[in-house]
C-alpha cells in the first residue's frame, strides 16, 4: 500500500482564495467554488483534500470535487455539520478563505488499462468521487466500461443531479437509487448495494472507487469480492476520520494508519479487517 510523500512546505502555508460562486446542492450541503489571490493554481489529483475555512474561524479537512484539469479553480462540497462547516456553507461571493494543501493520496485511477471502472458512492460521497469521474471520462476512450452507481437517502438529497444526466450522456452507466421515495420520485428505490449486481463489468479487470458511510462502504465491498472484484482493487475513501488533517492529532488514526497521510484513500486489503468492527 503505497504511502503519500511528505506534504511540501508549499502545502502548509495558507493561501488566499477568493469565492467565486456559491450554490446549494441539498438543504444541508453546498458547493463553493474559489479562485486563487495569488495567480497560483493549486495542482491535484483526484481524491486529495485540502484545509479550508474561513479567516479566524479555523479550518476543516475536505476532499476537492471539482476538476482537476483546472488547478486555478478549486470547488468544495461541504455539509453543514459544525462551526467551521457552517461558516463554510454560509460564505458569499467575494468572502476570502484561507486554504492549504492539497494532502493525502487520491484515488490513483491507472490510466489507458482498458479495464472496467466501478464507481459507488453513498450521500455526500459521491463529492470526493466527483473529480474522479471527470477525470475518467475525459479519457472515456482508454477505458472499455464506466460505472457510477449511485444512493441517496430521498430524492431531494441528491447530489450533482445534472452531472449525473451528463455523464450517462458521455457511455458511462449511471444507476441512482433513494431509501425513501417520494410520489414524485419515478427512478429506483432501494440500497445502493443493489446497483452492485445490476452493472455490468468484469471482475479480473476492475478498479472499484468506493465512497459513503462506512456501513454502506463496508457492504459494497463485500457485494464487490462477492462478484469477483480483488479486494486490492477496491479502494475506499475513509475521509470522515480526520480533523488535523497532517497527522498530528491522532484523530484518524486507524491501527498503524494515519488515514490524512496514509490516505484518504486506502485499499480494501490493507483496511479489510477493520470493517468487519461494527460501528458503535
Known sequence: ??????????????????????RRE???????????L??????????????????????VPISISGHPGRPQQLTHTIRDVGGVT???????EGDVLAVRGPFGV????????????VIVAGGVGLAPLRSAVIEVIAARQKYRRVSVLYGARTASDVLFAADLAAWASEDVQVAVTVDRASEAWTGRVGLVTELVSWATFDPAR????????EVMMRYVAGELTARGVPPERIRLSLERNM???VGLCGHCQLREYLICIDGPVLSLDAVR???????L
Open 1 to 22: 500500500m503505497p504511502t503519500a510523500a511528505p506534504a511540501t512546505a508549499d502545502a502548509w502555508q495558507p493561501r488566499p482564495f477568493r469565492v467565486s460562486a456559491s
Open 26 to 36: 441539498t438543504h444541508d450541503t453546498v458547493t463553493i467554488e474559489l479562485e486563487s
Open 38 to 59: 495569488d495567480r497560483h493554481g493549486l495542482p491535484f489529483a483526484p481524491g486529495q483534500f485540502t484545509m479550508v475555512g474561513p479567516l479566524g474561524v479555523g479550518d
Open 86 to 92: 457552517t461558516a463554510l456553507c454560509q460564505a458569499s
Open 106 to 117: 487520491g484515488w490513483r485511477v491507472p490510466d489507458g488499462t482498458g479495464g472496467d471502472i
Open 206 to 213: 476492475t478498479l472499484a472507487l468506493v465512497c459513503g458511510p
Open 243 to 245: 480533523r488535523c488533517g
Open 273 to 279: 479487517p477493520l470493517l468487519g468492527v461494527r460501528e
